[in-house]
C-alpha cells in the first residue's frame, strides 16, 4: 500500500520534520499530528504544484542513464545560504528516497531507477517550503 508521507516546518527553526504514518493516530481526531519543536507547534506543509512566477520550485523528473534526475525548477531555483532547497524527495511504489541538498549545491539529485509505476518527486525550499511534482 502507498502512503504519502506528510512534512511540517517549524516556524522557529525552519527545520521539516516527516509523518511516515499519516492517519494512524487512533487518538486523535485531526489529521494531522500535534508535534512541537522546543516548545513550538510545527506546521503541516501543503503540497504546491503551479509556481507563481517563474517555475522556480515545480519539480522536474528526468530519466537518465542509470536512474532517473530531480531538477528543481524548469529555472534553476537559487541555492544561496538564505534561499536554497533543503532536500528533495523521490516517491515510486512503496519506497521513499530523499536527497539533502546545501547552499552552493546544484538543485538537483540523482536517484536510482524506479520502477514504471507512479513516482511523485517533492523538494522543499528554505522560504517557499514544499513543492510537489503533481
Ligand atoms: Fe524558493
Not at 81 to 107: F, N, R, S, T
Amino acid at each position: 500500500m502507498e502512503k504519502n508521507p506528510v512534512f511540517y516546518k517549524c516556524p522557529g527553526c525552519g527545520g521539516t520534520i516527516m509523518e511516515m504514518d499519516p492517519g494512524m493516530c487512533l487518538l486523535s481526531s485531526e489529521d494531522t499530528l500535534s508535534v512541537s519543536c522546543a516548545g513550538t507547534e510545527v506546521e503541516k506543509l501543503s503540497e504546491q504544484t503551479a509556481d507563481f512566477a517563474t517555475e522556480k520550485h515545480v519539480p522536474i523528473i528526468e530519466k537518465v542513464e542509470g536512474g532517473i534526475r530531480v531538477k528543481v525548477g524548469s529555472t534553476p531555483h537559487p541555492m544561496a545560504d538564505e534561499h536554497y532547497i533543503m532536500w528533495i524527495a523521490v516517491q515510486a511504489g512503496a519506497d521513499l528516497m530523499i536527497h539533502y541538498l546545501k547552499p552552493g549545491d546544484a538543485p538537483e539529485a540523482f536517484f536510482p531507477p524506479c520502477p514504471d509505476t507512479d513516482v511523485k518527486a517533492y523538494e522543499c525550499c528554505n522560504v517557499h517550503n514544499l513543492w510537489v511534482n503533481r
